[in-house]
């Protein structure tokens, strides 16, 4: 097994191992977006050190984010006026309102390089608490993640 590294550089953005619990191998990167500061996070469960693949996920996403958040925003924007989601008028007007219904997007990867942009502040009442996710594949967003039965790690 190779030494789980304390901070390692994924194109521009450097990822520093934060603390977690002992199951989980956690870093951090912080990147500039055009609004600001975004997090990606890194998640590998049993802890180890990340594969190269994932390590390449990693820049690509950091290399793209504010791209990569647009298209996230647009499969939000047309996916959630489905059936199957049943949003309230309330919260269709909020999808439809000038000032976005999504904010403080962070990316996470996981171990195995799949990966999802959170939405960390929103609009809708679906999405309280922890936001809204959309997962992707590779570059292609394909499923809603509804984090409202989400938990807090510790």
Excluded: K, Y
């Excluded at 939405?119 to 590779?138: D, R, W």
């Amino acid at each position: 097994m190779s030494e789980i590294p304390t901070a390692f550089v994924a194109g521009t953005a450097e990822f520093v191992r934060i603390e977690s619990p002992e199951e989980l191998a956690f870093w951090v990167a912080t990147i500039e977006g055009t609004d600001g500061e975004h997090e990606i996070s890194l998640i590998i469960e049993p802890p180890a050190a990340p594969e190269a693949d994932v390590v390449e996920v990693a820049a690509s996403i950091a290399a793209d984010f504010d791209e990569l958040v647009g298209d996230a925003l647009e499969f939000l924007d047309e996916a959630l006026r489905g059936p199957e989601w049943a949003l309230s008028a309330a919260d269709l007007a909020r999808l439809a309102g000038a000032d976005g219904a999504f904010g403080e997007p962070e990316a996470v990867i996981w171990g195995d390089g799949t990966w999802m942009m959170r939405f960390q502040e929103s609009a809708l009442s679906i999405a309280e608490e922890f936001g809204i996710g959309v997962n992707f594949v590779g570059r292609v967003p394909q499923t809603i993640e509804d984090l409202s039965e989400s938990e807090e790690i510790e």
